[in-house]
């Protein structure tokens, strides 16, 4: 389920390739969308993202709220 919808920030929405240390710009932007709330992040506040599922997330809540997800599956 989606949080709130918000605003996009100006200019096209980024690609990336996360790592586990930093991230690799495939497709130039200033946004990125988090995989969990559907909230733009813009690429200066980007702090939380998966390698393994290449996902952002917004804040340390959606990246556990994803996490919990996962491990319920198991």
């Not at 096209?12 to 969990?36: D, I, N």
């Not at 733009?40 to 993202?49: C, D, F, N, T």
């Amino acid at each position: 389920m989606k949080d709130t919808v918000e605003p996009r920030p100006e200019g096209p929405e980024a690609k990336l390739l996360y790592g586990p240390g930093g991230y690799q710009m495939l497709k130039p932007g200033t946004y990125v969308v988090c995989s969990v709330t559907g909230r733009p992040i813009p690429l200066e506040q980007l702090r939380y993202w998966n390698v393994d599922k290449q996902e952002a997330y917004f804040d340390a809540a959606a990246a556990f709220r994803r996490h919990s997800e996962t491990q319920a599956k198991k």
